[in-house]
């Protein structure tokens, strides 16, 4: 159907006019020193202009959850962007009932979309509700981006659809955490590895108010795990999911893991088996109606994704072997190989490129950004500084091969990634 067409998604309005009604002069949002209640959020609805389009919801939590709630009252399309992102490129027809999107790593360096129901994104925000123990009384910290999937999830779907308030902060640095989390009695926290590093290290989680952390985004490893539980009595609870289909597995244990390859037991309601090609096969009601464009190999909608994941399943637990995403992981954000490429050859001062991750040092970081360039003008100073005109600081590559063989150039990224593992 027509991304301008009015789409059913009437049961996401309903569950926000329910949410309303039960919360209505309660704290929804504290963000920037401001206070938003669940009125205030009505009341800045009331005055938004009518959706004639997929609705881009960006800005602060404040913002992205208006925006949100316009899409679901006016029936079109929701997509959550960073602040300064451009509008994407999206197709002309979604498939019927389309409510969500988010974008994906696509070919040349373009995102695609992938679409969900009301009834899709819904089921993940309750089972993540369900399984965390989120609630009105304990406040969500935003510390991680709201945009990407997790965040929506875990914390603008709960506020939205539950009455779980949320305590924003614009940096994640030790102190401006501190201090967030010194107004409440207790919270949830979801963040990312090198967040968890970084507030340990600072000393903020000496004397924790927190009744839930939640690591998601990147591999937690079982150092960081124990670190924290053994001097701060902090148990960190690995978060696994994706995209494609929202939560999959959570670590619910009071206990640290024995093995950083443990994702933990699988959602109620999710259902989890190694499919023929030895990768996570997830059947979900939350699973996406389909992505934009189809490659060789992928498998979603239905009620089932194929993840890029290789791994077994041992007494419930989804134990993780590798994984085949060509995405690179930079600290829990990911980025498609394509775009960097895309970018790098746009200058105008390379023949070709091929970019891969590395594995980092720090293992909170996960990978590092290589590029193998043949330059066709200019130095390799002129092609980093061409390149930050359209790439964010950690889109950059951090590693570069300039003096490849004709051998290296027809290695796959995971040939490559191996070859230069060393070459840090």
Not at 156 to 165: E, W
Not at 244 to 269: H, K, M, Q, W, Y
Request: glycine residues 10%; contains cysteine; negative net charge.
């Amino acid at each position: 159907m027509p991304p301008n067409a009015r789409c059913p998604v009437s049961l996401l309005h309903e569950r926000w006019l329910e949410t309303l009604s039960r919360f209505r002069n309660r704290t929804a949002i504290i963000e920037n020193g401001d206070v938003w209640t669940f009125a205030d959020l009505a009341e800045r609805l009331e005055g938004t202009s009518l959706a004639r389009g997929t609705v881009f919801a960006q800005g602060g939590v404040a913002d992205i959850a208006a925006e949100t709630l316009r899409g679901w009252r006016d029936g079109q399309a929701v997509l959550a962007l960073e602040k300064d992102a451009p509008e994407p490129g999206l197709p002309e027809e979604f498939p019927q009932g389309t409510a969500h999107l988010k974008l994906t790593p696509g070919i040349e360096g373009k995102p695609r979309a992938v679409f969900f129901s009301a009834e899709q994104i819904a089921a993940d925000a309750d089972r993540l509700v369900a399984a965390m123990g989120l609630r009105h009384e304990l406040p969500n910290l935003a510390a991680a981006s709201v945009t990407h999937s997790y965040g929506f999830s875990s914390i603008i779907l709960p506020l939205l659809l539950h009455g779980v308030p949320v305590h924003a902060v614009e940096v994640p640095f030790p102190r401006v955490v501190a201090d967030a989390l010194a107004e409440h009695k207790q919270m949830v926290v979801p963040a990312v590895p090198s967040m968890w590093r970084a507030w340990h290290r600072s000393g903020v989680l000496n004397k924790p108010n927190i009744a839930m952390a939640i690591s998601a985004g990147a591999p937690l490893s079982l150092e960081l795990e124990n670190t924290i539980f053994e001097s701060c009595g902090l148990k960190l609870h690995n978060f696994y999911g994706a995209s494609e289909c929202g939560g999959i597995s959570f670590d619910g244990s009071g206990v640290p893991r024995s093995s950083t390859t443990d994702l933990g037991t699988a959602f109620d309601g999710v259902a989890v088996s190694v499919h023929e090609s030895g990768r996570f096969l997830v059947a979900s009601s939350s699973a996406a109606l389909g992505y934009q464009t189809t490659r060789e190999g992928e498998l979603l909608g239905d009620g089932q994704f194929l993840t890029q994941d290789f791994g077994r399943i041992e007494k419930g637990h989804l134990l993780l072997e590798s994984s085949g995403a060509e995405s690179i992981n930079v600290a829990g954000r990911k980025i498609g190989p394509a775009k960097i490429e895309a970018a790098l050859i746009a200058t105008g001062l390379i023949e070709k490129a091929k970019v891969f991750g590395v594995p980092s040092h720090d293992p909170e970081r996960v990978e590092e950004i290589a590029a193998m360039v043949l330059l066709k003008n200019g130095s390799l100073d002129s092609l980093r500084h061409a390149a930050s005109e359209t790439l964010a600081g950690w889109e950059l590559p951090r590693h570069w091969v300039i003096d490849a063989d004709e051998a290296a150039w027809k290695l796959g990224r995971a040939e490559l990634k191996k070859k230069y593992v060393n070459h840090r």
